[in-house]
């Protein structure tokens, strides 16, 4: 099934131990192989278990950014090791973005709504919070596995509980939103259509704009053809052979460029440490 599943490609014994540089060469080729798979097929789930494992350093690299966080690192590695699961899902060879670059926002992205989920707004017990955070962990693998999202039963059969603790762990999970006190509620308990929000409810623009402020200081300490290179293919949408042309360079130059580009936008996203003054070359 190995030899089927990889079709040439080199089988690796110890896909956590593979360096840097080499899991970036084998995830491409992987990654390239997995659309040629049918999902659900014993191939397929090898060669993504593989492709998983290949890149956790990248998840423990995201999870760093979160170290003062009260939570235990290991489950901010498993959530973030979910949203490499959609990354690789998600992943389109063909648009020559590197893939790490693709899915490291999706894995800080599932950090961030591990910690807002697990951000109780009441007094929960324990054993309630940590059954919530096993939910919506075994919800997001059955999501993957099943191709829908589950149902309460689903749940409880991965969980080996039953649905009615399932159902208890669906009611205290509640306990981590809140509304004003002042809110109308309709007499068949529907929430406001208009006036107060929800006091706890995630803003996806907000962290747009965390993103965004973050990200612009580190674009302004690159060089004038950095952050061309950036507006061209971001911006512009224009693919690697359109860039070098349009600046005289190879394909093979603007694609060495953009990996040394992205890989310091990614590590400056993850440091504490901002940088203090823009550059004049562009490297």
């Known amino acids: 099934m190995r030899r089927e599943a990889l079709d040439g490609l080199p089988e690796i014994d110890r896909p956590t131990q593979v360096s840097t540089d080499d899991a970036q060469t084998l995830s491409t080729a992987l990654l390239t192989r997995l659309r040629e798979l049918e999902p659900g097929t014993p191939e397929h789930a090898y060669v993504r278990n593989t492709l998983v494992e290949l890149n956790l350093s990248l998840v423990r690299f995201a999870a760093r950014r979160f170290k003062n966080r009260p939570e235990q690192r290991e489950d901010i590695v498993q959530v973030g090791t979910i949203g490499l699961i959609k990354a690789i899902d998600r992943f389109d060879p063909e648009r020559g973005i590197e893939f790490s670059a693709f899915a490291l926002p999706t894995v800080v992205g599932e950090m961030k709504r591990f910690f807002r989920d697990t951000t109780w707004a009441v007094r929960v017990p324990r054993r309630l919070q940590e059954l919530r955070i096993d939910m919506a962990k075994a919800a997001d693998a059955l ?57 706890a409810e995630p803003e996806p623009s907000y962290e747009l704009i965390e993103d965004f402020a973050s990200l612009k200081p580190l674009i302004d300490h690159l060089g004038e053809r950095d952050r ?29 460029l953009l990996t040394r580009i992205l890989g310091e936008l990614r590590a400056g996203l993850l440091t504490e440490d901002a940088p203090t003054a823009p550059r004049t070359t562009g490297g």
């Open 228 to 256: 061309t290179i950036l507006s061209l293919r971001f911006g512009e949408e224009l693919t690697q052979a359109e860039i070098g042309a349009r600046l005289g360079l190879s394909q093979m130059h603007i694609s060495r």
């Open 143 to 199: 999501e993957q596995s099943l191709g829908h999202r589950p149902t309460r039963a689903e749940v409880a059969e991965h969980l080996h509980v039953t649905e009615e603790r399932v159902a208890e762990g669906e009611l205290a999970a509640r306990g981590y939103t809140a509304r004003s006190l002042d809110a109308s509620v309709s007499d068949e308990g529907d929430p406001p259509r208009s006036g107060s929000r929800r006091l």
